[in-house]
């Protein structure tokens, strides 16, 4: 039998083309490429009064000088808004040039054609913009108070105020015995992945067609979205996703500005034109995320079981609202985690700042909604003096309740129902990975050093695998080779293995065989795109179900080549056989052969099924009604509802009793995605979420001064974890099967920097003794706090029943 | 490095910026073109020699993605010129594996070890271990961790890649005793 490969640490079969520099990134296709550059707004807020491009005009290798007056109609036009929704009353995008107006330092103004990047940069800098600054609004609680406006014709700088509630939240706080208000603060970070942005665009005159390469999670939304902008017919446009650097949710954005200018000005130029991305331009013009001030109130009784949850949210959505209001949806519904609230309430403003756009970041609302959420959980521990643990272990909803109805709308538009998950078994396993029980000890043990050291713990749900759907085409070509293509792109996350160990499954052929394509437009046209932890989910059944097809008529054709039931037969490393006497089969490479008659053959193989070589019965037609000529197969999955993953973090750190420096000694993860595909990739995504958590927590923030302008906009500034910041992570894995697809599985993506923040807070506060209450914390906050607490500012946080009694 | 004032492609008087002869060893062959002095020795392999597996992330020295290894010490290409370099023998991400395709113990062990996701550090990451494991061919967990901090990863959490370090000590241990062992 064929060894089943889903569930096994399968080799990458991308790793071959990486490690020896043969992948192909956007930049490295196409050396006879015009290069762009662009003039971007040194200013925040400002109106252009003037550009003057006399200067550049003389430079070497200059090709062409584009401003918004250039544009034709439908690019002249505000971008797309990509997500509407009825609370979103006023959202508003960028042009692909700004017209009239900047609204953020960084927002594309000029653009610059040249021979190559370097004199499209020497022209770039010739260019002058005449400038008549405007005051900037940036911050989220200025933008709240509104004394200035970004967009003149939006009051209150308010773009969206949405309201969800479950019962009468605020009664059931009001008449709870116990009950705490918590003020809380997450800074902004982003994706930052290693690639930037990129496109190549190549117009074909001779056949009126475009092929555009775009380091994009969504190909065929790119392909859609430039045929309308360009007025072409979808047949006449290719975007293809090559390998892509990273993505963690800022490249599912589309189109950005350049996405739609490059292959505007390929066309208009006749040559072949591209832009890289450089690192200041990712900073400033790409998206950020994760800024939020928050409010919660809760009331509990004094088993510590909530009864009421009341929050407010803040949510800087900066100068434009493309993605919609994806990212505070996610939050206000993810933010309840394994719990059951009692009543819910929770009402977010998203308001505009004088700052780069907000759209998902790996995670993507989660973990400031996990931030919220533990955060209570921790100071409900604190008032009523249990176990962090515990209290969190009284709220959990029971494995017997599933599937959940937390009464609410996700962000797919459809009710957020929990569909599997045991929490109490994760509790357990975490509790037991991390040593929970005996942290005490080792707390006194480190006192007795002089070392000071504090544990927490934080959990979360994720709901992964949102729709609408993706498709899967699996062809078994006439040289027993396998293609499998998908729509949807990969930024790393080892789709091609993954795809290639179900299909190997489902179809019963060797991995070898397999090749997998995704976000090739030519290869496949309906698609979504990679979020939201959707692939294995969404793809990995697609390609499931495609292959269950191809199967079932290679079993048939084969069946009348044998002359044998198809019910009797099995398809093992590529050969159809008959179960028990596998000496008579055919291989797979034969019956695609036969599976298309032939008038005309090409070699040895394809005389088989020429007309006068295949017989059989003469009163059918030899391609039967309702049947399609090939051994191939296309399906889709479509789910009703997302899939529900969760995971608990646990971390031990200390804290440096004179600087203030924060280790982190251990960091131990319990994820349960369901059925796991390929464990080493999920692991190898867990490790990255996790570094990106940590980063979140305790290094990356985006420093806007008063004036809007982005202070740490270099990797020298804004501090992404190097080897020497990320701690080891210890992994356990519950396998909770999902009831709602073939396979059993949930996402497993952004799952690792979800519970970060919430985590070292929670952690932190336990070696400090006082509330942590915004993140990231930086040593010198740290060093700060200690003071404020030592002059008697900050309350001190009453310590677990369980790590400790009365130590401090 | 042979300046051309003046000119362009070796034109005398045409347009444009002068332009230069560079010719470095790379990967053991012999290579030249003709470009500005302020061409980037990261550009410079990429665009003008046509070696795209060396990457560009951060173009201020910060990322290390674009490491190379000149006269066998690890460099970043980004923060040099192609014509400061002209003479140099330089080994990039393509120029690791045996002629035969043999990979590296590193390329290797980052296969094994899921050392790598989307793969866009991987290059500066590759020079940088091979260039390490030749100074210190037994590495512990410390000295591992030690050796890649100053390259940045956004997708593994590094803790593969350390792992990757150690298992291609072990595999270049492995292969060099193996070596010892013929007649």
């Keep these: ?808 | 490095m042979t300046p051309v004032p003046g000119s362009v492609d070796g034109v005398p008087g045409a347009a444009g910026e002068p332009r230069h002869v560079v010719t470095l060893t790379v990967n053991g062959v012999v290579r030249s073109a003709r470009v500005p002095a302020r061409r980037l020795l990261s550009d410079f392999l990429r665009h003008d020699l046509g070696l795209t597996g060396t990457h560009v992330g951060c173009e201020h020295g910060v990322c290390g993605a674009c490491t190379v290894l000149l006269d066998a010490a690890p460099v970043r290409a980004c923060l040099l010129f192609a014509v400061s370099v002209d003479g140099c023998a330089v080994t990039t991400v393509e120029g690791l594996a045996a002629p035969d395709g043999t990979l590296h113990p590193v390329q290797q062990a980052f296969g094994e070890c899921h050392a790598l996701q989307c793969g866009f550090c991987t290059p500066g990451f590759l020079t940088t271990v091979a260039a390490f494991l030749e100074q210190n061919p037994a590495p512990d967990e410390e000295e591992a961790r030690e050796a890649v901090s100053g390259n940045l990863c956004r997708c593994t959490g590094y803790q593969n890649i350390v792992a990757a370090v150690r298992r291609a000590a072990d595999l270049r241990a492995a292969s060099s005793a193996g070596e010892g062992d013929r007649p």
């Design chain 1, 1 to 808: 039998m064929t060894t089943r490969l889903v569930g096994e640490r399968v080799p990458r079969s991308e790793d071959a083309r990486l490690v020896t520099g043969r992948g192909t990134f956007v930049d490295d296709v196409g050396h006879d490429a015009l290069e762009v550059a662009f003039v971007r707004s040194p200013l925040a807020h400002a109106r252009v009064r003037d550009v003057d491009v006399t200067g550049a005009l003389d430079v070497d290798g200059l090709v062409a000088i584009y401003t918004y007056e250039d544009l034709p109609p439908s690019l002249a036009e505000p971008l797309p808004l990509l997500i509407p929704h009825p609370a979103l009353t006023e959202p508003r995008t960028g042009y692909p040039l700004a017209k009239g107006e900047v609204k953020h330092v960084g927002e594309a103004v000029v653009m610059v054609v040249a021979e190559d990047r370097y004199r499209a940069e020497d022209a770039a800098e010739r260019i002058v913009v005449d400038l008549e600054p405007l005051p900037p609004v940036v911050g989220v609680e200025n933008a709240a108070r509104a004394e200035r406006l970004v967009h003149a014709d939006v009051p209150g700088n308010v773009s969206a105020h949405m309201v969800q509630e479950v019962g009468d939240a605020r009664a059931a706080v009001e008449s709870a015995p116990h009950s705490l208000e918590l003020h809380l603060a997450v800074e902004r970070s982003a994706s930052m992945p290693l690639e930037g942005k990129a496109v190549h665009a190549r117009w074909d005159d001779d056949d009126s067609s475009l092929r555009v390469y775009s380091s994009t999670q969504t190909s065929t939304s790119v392909r859609a979205a430039l045929a309308a902008k360009l007025d072409l017919p979808l047949a006449k446009v290719e975007v293809i996703a090559p390998d892509v650097g990273g993505g963690f949710g800022v490249k599912i954005v589309h189109p950005w500005p350049e996405e739609v200018l490059v292959p505007w000005a390929a066309r208009q130029l006749g040559r072949a034109v591209k832009w890289t991305e450089d690192r200041r331009e990712h900073f400033v013009s790409s998206a950020h995320e994760r800024g939020q001030v928050q409010t919660v109130r809760v009331g509990f009784d004094d088993e510590g079981r909530l009864q009421g949850l009341d929050v407010e949210i803040l949510h800087d959505n900066g100068a434009y609202t493309p993605y919609g209001i994806i990212v505070p949806i996610i939050t206000a519904t993810q933010l309840l985690g394994p719990y059951k609230p009692g009543a819910y309430r929770v009402e977010f403003t998203s308001l505009y700042t004088n700052t780069v756009m907000v759209t998902p970041y790996r995670g993507a609302g989660r973990p400031q909604g996990v931030f919220a959420m533990e955060r209570t959980m921790d100071a409900i521990a604190d008032r009523l003096g249990l176990d962090r643990a515990e209290v969190r272990a009284r709220n959990f909803v029971r494995p017997e309740e599933m599937p959940y109805d937390q009464g609410l709308v996700f962000q797919d538009g459809r009710p957020l129902v929990y569909d599997s998950g045991d929490y109490p078994a994760s509790l357990e396993k975490l509790k037991k990975l991390v040593g929970w029980d005996e942290f005490a000890t080792y707390r006194e043990q480190a006192r007795a050093e002089g070392r000071r050291v504090g544990i927490g713990l934080a959990c979360y749900v994720e709901g992964t695998g949102v729709g609408p759907y993706e498709g899967g085409h699996v062809h078994v070509e006439p040289s027993g080779r396998v293609l499998v293509a998908t729509g949807l792109t990969s930024q790393g996350q080892g789709h091609q293995t993954m795809l290639a160990q179900i299909v190997a499954d489902e179809l019963g052929v060797p991995f070898d065989d397999i090749t997998v394509t995704t976000g090739d437009t030519r290869r496949f046209g309906y698609a979504v795109g990679t979020f939201a932890s959707r692939t294995a989910v969404m793809s990995g059944n697609a390609v499931a179900l495609a292959a269950r097809t191809v199967r079932e008529k290679a079993l048939r054709i084969a069946g009348e080549a044998l002359e044998a039931d198809p019910g009797d037969l099995e398809i093992v490393d590529g050969v159809v056989r008959v179960k028990g006497s596998p000496a008579a089969s055919v291989p797979l490479r034969t019956v695609a052969v036969l599976s298309n008659p032939l008038r005309y053959s090409f070699d040895e193989e394809s005389r088989r099924a020429t007309q006068f070589a295949v017989g059989g019965d003469m009163s059918k037609p030899p391609v039967a009604e309702g049947d399609e000529p090939g051994l191939e197969g296309r399906e889709y999955y479509s789910p009703t509802q997302s899939t529900f993953a969760n995971g608990m973090h646990a971390a031990v750190v200390e804290t440096d009793p004179d600087t203030a420096e924060i280790r982190v000694l251990r960091y131990c993860v319990v994820h349960d995605c369901g059925t796991l595909v390929n464990p080493q990739i999920v692991e190898g995504q867990i490790h990255g979420g996790v570094a990106q958590g940590v980063g979140g927590a305790l290094y990356e923030r985006m420093v806007y001064d008063e004036s809007g302008q982005l202070l740490n906009a270099s990797f020298m500034d804004f501090l992404m974890p190097y080897a020497s910041e990320v701690p080891a992570v210890e992994t356990d894995h519950l396998e909770t099967p999902s009831p709602l697809n073939p396979l059993g599985v949930k996402g497993a993506g952004e799952a690792g920097v979800i519970p970060g923040m919430a985590l070292l807070a929670s952690a932190i506060e336990d070696a400090e003794g006082f509330r942590i209450t915004s993140m990231p914390i930086s040593p010198s906050e740290l060093f700060a706090l200690r003071a404020r607490f030592a002059a008697g500012e900050l309350e001190p946080v009453r310590r677990d029943a369980d790590t400790q009694e009365g130590a401090f």
